[in-house]
């Protein structure tokens, strides 16, 4: 059983549209990391949390500490917003335990 | 500042032959890791170096893999004798001196397609 669980896994949006992304994680996880793969292939960090909430341009990311939950929101999506979007647990280890990604969509 | 680089971008190899995966991470970063992402998968950890050592290397697949950082510089990904299932994207990304909640920066990532 993975110790990241993401949903959706798919998602397609109306460009304009406010989209979530949901994360789940277990115990030992003491700081949550949302990703995104471009659709050429590279991962680009967007965010690392260990409380509250963070913003950076129309992606905010929050993380609820007593439930194990973190949330990625992209308001208004663009297409330019496509690929695959990952969270990943940072525990003492310090290695990135992957969520199975999920894979936005956006039509214009 | 040159963010973490990867090469090559793709290699295509036959099952059985040999390819070597470079990884230069940004100046001055003692942790490097290598992940992979394999036929879709989530992105899997691989190893970890801080410097030249290996500090842990518990997601390694089996022995045909071999990772190497000498003068903990630049790292050297192995794979001998390649297989089907080791087709994927490989990713290597970098952090600063050992300490909590270190933000990764990765790379480009190498695409390895073995027929």
């Known amino acids: 059983k993975n110790e990241v669980e993401q949903s959706p896994q798919n998602l397609t949006a109306q460009e304009g549209e406010f989209i979530t992304i949901n994360c789940s994680y277990s115990v030992g996880i003491s700081a949550l990391h949302w990703l995104q793969q471009h659709p050429g292939g590279g991962i680009v960090s967007l965010f690392m949390?260990?409380?509250g909430k963070k913003k950076h341009g129309r992606l905010i990311a929050t993380i609820n500490i007593q439930e194990k939950h973190s949330s990625l929101h992209i308001t208004a999506t663009q297409t330019t917003d496509v690929g695959t979007y990952f969270c990943?647990?940072?525990?003492?280890?310090?290695?990135?335990?992957f969520g199975k990604g999920m894979k936005l969509t956006v039509n214009p | 500042e040159a963010g973490v680089t990867q090469f090559p971008s793709h290699s295509v190899i036959e099952k059985g032959q040999t390819v070597t995966l470079r990884c230069d991470p940004i100046?001055?970063?003692?942790?490097l890791y290598w992940y992979r992402r394999v036929m879709g998968k989530e992105i899997k950890f691989l190893l970890h170096?801080?410097?030249?050592?290996?500090?842990?290397e518990s997601g390694m697949p089996n022995n045909r893999f071999l990772a190497e950082r000498t003068g903990g510089t630049y790292s050297t990904l192995k794979v001998q004798p390649a297989e089907l299932e080791d087709s994927g994207v490989y990713f290597c990304?970098?952090?600063?001196?050992?300490?909590?909640?270190?933000?990764?920066?990765f790379g480009p990532g190498t695409r390895l397609t073995v027929t």
């Open positions: 990943a647990g940072q525990g003492g280890s310090e290695k990135l335990v």
């Open positions: 170096f801080v410097k030249e050592s290996k500090q842990d």
């Open positions: 990304a970098s952090s600063q001196e050992l300490a909590p909640l270190l933000e990764q920066y």
């Open positions: 100046s001055g970063h003692d942790n």
């Open positions: 949390l260990s409380s």
